[in-house]
T-cell receptor, first 114, second 112 residues
Framework: NAGVTQTPKFQVLKTGQSMTLQCAQD?????MSWYRQDPGMGLRLIHY???????DQGEVPNGYNVSRSTTEDFPLRLLSAAPSQTSVYFC?????????????FGNGTRLTVT | AQSVTQPDIHITVSEGASLELRCNYS??????LFWYVQSPGQGLQLLLK????DTLVQGIKGFEAEFKRSQSSFNLRKPSVHWSDAAEYFC??????????WGAGTKLIIKP
């Protein structure tokens, strides 16, 4: 009963390094998304996907890339890390793209960029 | 522009006391409203949601929320809190495209 699995849980990067945050769900959900959570700002949507092969930008997409080659996986790539990308990142999925389909969240990845 | 305001950054209540967490929204159409809870080190979990109909909605863990259109509010309540309710609570408003706007969260602290 894994749900949404994110790896790694913690990561420290130097400015300019690249990395990929992994997200996998085993519920056959259509919709997947990435959020960042910063103190006092709630959650902000980075990118989302409504199905395999389809991705779109959210509120704060700059500096991040995504792809959705399978229904299960939705990795988030940081191309050249910056200190402003220090944050907690959450992956979420839902069964459909409808608003009545609740989001299921992973446990987050805490990223520090020095 | 759509927005969600949670006026209280922190709230401290005694175990067994009642709780009300405030949420105000700004949205042009009929909103879809949500409350999520985040326990320390965890992802968010849906507590309850309002789409239409009865303005008092029941959720998990004994929580309820009331939608008041005239006040643009969707406050979360619980009659008697338990130590396990200590967490951060997020209000969100969604549109028909399922784009959620999130409040900044309210951290609930429980005094023994």
């Amino acid at each position: 009963n894994a749900g949404v699995t994110q790896t790694p849980k913690f990561q420290v990067l130097k400015t300019g390094q690249s990395m990929t945050l992994q997200c996998a769900q085993d519920m056959n959900h259509e919709y997947m998304s990435w959020y960042r959570q910063d103190p006092g700002m709630g959650l902000r949507l980075i990118h989302y996907s409504v199905g395999a092969g389809i991705t779109d930008q959210g509120e704060v997409p700059n500096g991040y890339n995504v792809s959705r080659s399978t229904t299960e996986d939705f990795p988030l790539r940081l191309l050249s890390a910056a200190p402003s990308q220090t944050s907690v990142y959450f992956c979420a999925s839902s069964e459909t793209t409808g608003v009545n389909s609740p989001l299921h969240f992973g446990n987050g990845t805490r990223l520090t960029v020095t | 522009a759509q927005s969600v305001t949670q006026p209280d950054i922190h709230i401290t209540v005694s175990e067994g006391a009642s709780l009300e967490l405030r949420c105000n929204y700004s949205y042009g159409a009929t909103p879809y409203l949500f409350w999520y809870v985040q326990s320390p080190g965890q992802g968010l979990q849906l507590l309850l949601k309002y789409f239409s109909g009865d303005t008092l909605v029941q959720g998990i863990k004994g929580f309820e929320a009331e939608f008041k259109r005239s006040q643009s509010s969707f406050n979360l309540r619980k009659p008697s809190v338990h130590w396990s309710d200590a967490a951060e609570y997020f209000c969100a408003v969604g549109d028909s495209n399922y784009q959620l706007i999130w409040g900044a969260g309210t951290k609930l602290i429980i005094k023994p």
